[in-house]
C-alpha cells in the first residue's frame, strides 16, 4: 500500500515538474528584483510612472506582454507567477492603500504587496 501512494507521488510530482519546465520555455518572463523585499516583507511591483509632461500612464506589470513575472526577493530566491496574478495582487494592494511613489525621482507608483499575498491570496482586502 504505501508503494502504490509513492509512486502515485512520484508520477504526480514527475508531471508537475514537466508542466513548469513548459511554462518557462514557453513564456516571455519579466524579471523584477526587489533589494528591500525581505527586509520590508513587501515587494514593490510598478503600476505606472509621471511621463516628463507630468502625465500619469501605466508603466510595470500592467503594461508588460510577458506571461510570468520572476520576483527576486532575495538574492536567487525568485517566486514566479503569471502575470496577471500579480496585477491582481497589485490592484488589491492598491485598494488598501499600500501604495508609494518611489524610484527615479519618486516618479514611478508602486504597490508594496506582502510577499506573504504570493502563497496565500487573501479573498477579500485586509485592513492594513
Keep these: 500500500m504505501p508503494y502504490e501512494t509513492f509512486d502515485m507521488d512520484l508520477r504526480e510530482g514527475k508531471a508537475r515538474e514537466d508542466a513548469f519546465v513548459h511554462v ?34 501605466e508603466s510595470g506589470v500592467m503594461v508588460t506582454t510577458a506571461g510570468v513575472y520572476a520576483i527576486e ?37 508602486n504597490a508594496l504587496v506582502p510577499i506573504e499575498w504570493f502563497v496565500r491570496l487573501p479573498l477579500e482586502p485586509r485592513a492594513a
Excluded at 518557462?24 to 511621463?51: C, F, P, W, Y
Excluded at 526577493?73 to 485598494?95: D, G, I, K, S
Aim: net charge positive; hydrophobic share 40%; with cysteine.
Design 24 to 57: 518557462m520555455l514557453r513564456s516571455k518572463v519579466e524579471h523584477k528584483r526587489d533589494k528591500k523585499a525581505a527586509r520590508t516583507g513587501n515587494v514593490a511591483i510598478e503600476i505606472a510612472q509621471t511621463l516628463r509632461n507630468g502625465d500619469t500612464v
Design 73 to 109: 526577493f532575495f538574492p536567487e530566491c525568485w517566486l514566479v507567477v503569471p502575470v496577471e496574478y500579480v496585477r491582481r495582487l497589485a490592484r488589491m494592494a492598491v485598494q488598501q492603500d499600500r501604495k508609494a511613489w518611489i524610484g527615479d525621482g519618486n516618479n514611478h507608483l
